[in-house]
């Protein structure tokens, strides 16, 4: 399947093992993986945030509950909402999920926003689980045709010792540990030591027990900087 597939599977399988209640995908674009994450039925709450807002209104109609949705007997316990916000910025209404996806945005941003995402999403936002998945440049020369990055809205794209700097800083200053992974393998016989061709780390929050999160004290600044866009 398509890398991106690959990615978006990786991440309903991590959900299917894990059944998080509440869970958050950043840059979400198009919302194509919060259509098909609302399948899931220990789903409760189900964000959506990106930046630009014409891209996640496009298809965010597509959300609205179909009538075999309803043949899931848990069903009418999912709410999504869609806000356009950056992830740079905290919003109170974000804080306490069970799990935070990032697929293929960091790379989106300069690295001064990535320390603030850093402290939004690991130091503001404290989920149980974040999965962070990213270019890894050590396979692009496997890429057929490719100069420069891969897409041309990209900042930067990281080596895995580069992903691993950062990280293994962010597991060190916010308690979380990592797992790294990545999806798209090089055919066999090429190069195979150059690692996956989308890196993921897989981030669990240290000294959290039943893999749900408990309610937040109150000293949460009350922030609310994103404009809710959708809720259903
Ligand atoms: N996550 C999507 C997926 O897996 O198909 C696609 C990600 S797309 C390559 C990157 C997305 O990140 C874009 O929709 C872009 O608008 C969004 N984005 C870029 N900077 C952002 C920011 N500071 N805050 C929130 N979203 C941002």
Redesign the pocket.
Known sequence: PPL?RQ??QFVIDFVKRNKPKKVV?????EC??LQKLKFHREVELLVG????GT?VKKKMHRLVPISTDYLQPSYDQLRIELYQ????QKDARLRGFDLVTS???IE??TLA?VKSFSEVVFGYMTPVAVIVSTPNSEFNPLLPGLVGFR?SDHKFEWTRAEFRSWYSMVCLEFGYEVEFTGVGQAPSGQQEGVGFCSQIGVFRRRGVRDGCNMVLGDDAEDVFSYTLLYSI
């Open positions: 991106h990615r978006h995908d950043l840059g979400c674009s194509s993986l945030v990106d930046i630009n891209t916000g950056s992830v740079t697929i293929e945005l989106h941003l926003d897409h």
